[in-house]
T-cell receptor, first 112, second 115 residues
Framework: GENVEQHPSTLSVQEGDSAVIKCTYS??????FPWYKQELGKGPQLIID?????GEKKDQRIAVTLNKTAKHFSLHITETQPEDSAVYFC???????????FGKGTLLTVNP | GAGVSQSPSNKVTEKGKDVELRCDPI?????LYWYRQSLGQGLEFLIY????????KSGLPSDRFSAERTGGSVSTLTIQRTQQEDSAVYLC?????????????FGPGTRLTVT
């Protein structure tokens, strides 16, 4: 199956700081790279996604960057707020086996 | 509009019993996914339905797990002879696109506890 590595597993920042989460993958067959946010007791929710024809996409305080050569994509959150505290997952749907794979998740804590 | 719904929200069962978990996707969504999330862990893919095509069952962990999707809408995940390691949150998601390169809309999940 697809090998997707997500780092870090936990991240603690002060309110107003930036947070960066990275996912690397081993197969280059995918063209779709989303990030999901999961709050406690809820299902994950898409917050931003990017397709392989662009290198960066922004939506207010959130951005995703893609480096297909290096096979990694990253989530950037600027001016973090306490409500950004959640678990964030990357998702990968490519690969020779066409496996649907979520990263292991990053627990982000934003301290007031 | 209505999102993805799942029932029951919580299920406690004894080891060895069978359980059925239900998912009602967003109306008109052709794709439906089941995932399992163990405590503090990521999401493990179980099965994927796309329209009338044969489902992708490659993520099912054993033959005790099966799923159906009737009429291209409601889906039921069945776990036979439950084991304690089956305890987890089972999440369902639906999507409007062809293939898995589209936003997935998740339900709130069913928390299964096997005693």
């Amino acid at each position: 199956g697809e090998n997707v590595e997500q780092h870090p597993s936990t991240l603690s920042v002060q309110e107003g700081d930036s947070a960066v989460i990275k996912c690397t993958y081993s197969d280059s067959a995918s063209n779709y790279f989303p990030w999901y946010k999961q709050e406690l007791g809820k299902g994950p929710q898409l917050i931003i996604d990017i397709r392989s024809n662009v290198g960066e996409k922004k939506d207010q305080r959130i951005a995703v960057t893609l480096n297909k050569t290096a096979k990694h994509f990253s989530l950037h959150i600027t001016e973090t707020q306490p409500e950004d505290s959640a678990v964030y997952f990357c998702f990968f749907s490519g690969g020779s086996n066409y496996k649907l794979t979520f990263g292991k998740g990053t627990l982000l804590t934003v301290n007031p | 509009g209505a999102g993805v719904s799942q029932s029951p929200s919580n299920k406690v069962t004894e080891k060895g019993k069978d359980v059925e978990l239900r998912c009602d996707p967003i109306s008109g969504h052709t794709a439906l996914y089941w995932y399992r999330q163990s405590l503090g862990q990521g999401l493990e893919f179980l099965i994927y339905f796309q329209g009338n095509s044969a489902p992708d069952k490659s993520g099912l962990p054993s033959d005790r797990f099966s799923a159906e999707r009737t009429g291209g809408s409601v889906s039921t995940l069945t776990i036979q002879r439950t084991q304690q390691e089956d305890s987890a949150v089972y999440l369902c998601a639906s999507s409007s696109g062809q293939g898995s390169s589209y936003e997935q809309y998740f339900g709130p999940g069913t928390r299964l506890t096997v005693t």
